[in-house]
């Protein structure tokens, strides 16, 4: 009886060994810190100037802290300039940015000079620094295997040159 006993046991263990079991597999979602983009605006270039209405380009640059890649997906903002409201508006798909590294992106809107201080005005023509306010919320998405996209709120101010297009 223990040589029978021996011999199943024996016979389980080979078709044990041989048979491996059948586990679906998941993807794993391995936690990543992302670490949000810093908004900056570069410069602020006079297009096209009319007796009241100006068109402008800002050059918005993103620094992307992380390992890898962020896309910026959609952008909501607001600019002031001088303390003064300026311009709003909204984008999608705008932005690759590299991991470690920065981009640029840039985008236009008009300034009615009947609805501004005269000091805006006076450091737009005289093509001086404009103090400047950027706020809004962007949609990021990493560029890491299943890692949800993410909203972040922004809100910067600085200087930014303003300058006459080149022809």
């Known amino acids: 009886m223990r040589k029978f006993l021996f011999f199943l046991l024996m ?10 079991p059948q586990i679906e597999e998941e993807e794993s979602v391995i936690p990543v810190d992302v670490l949000e ?5 570069v410069s602020i270039i006079v297009i096209q100037a009319d007796l009241v209405n100006t068109q402008f380009e800002t050059v918005l ?5 992380n390992e890898f890649a962020l896309q910026l997906s ?5 600019l002031y300039g001088n303390g003064l409201f300026w311009a709003d508006g909204a984008r999608n798909d705008i932005l690759q940015i590299p991991a470690r590294s920065s981009s640029e992106t840039k985008f236009r809107f008009s300034m009615n000079f009947i609805n501004m201080n005269r000091r805006l005005l006076d450091d737009i023509i005289a093509m001086r620094q404009v103090r400047y306010r950027f706020r809004g919320e962007a949609e990021i998405q990493p560029d890491v295997p299943n890692h949800p996209h993410f909203v972040m709120n922004f809100d910067i101010t600085g200087l930014s040159d303003v300058k006459q ?3």
């Open 61 to 65: 640059k993103v620094n992307n802290p």
């Open 11 to 20: 016979i389980a263990l080979v078709f044990a060994c041989k048979s491996q």
């Open 74 to 78: 959609s952008l909501k903002y607001q």
């Open 37 to 41: 983009p810093e908004f900056e605006i």
């Open 165 to 167: 297009k080149a022809d």
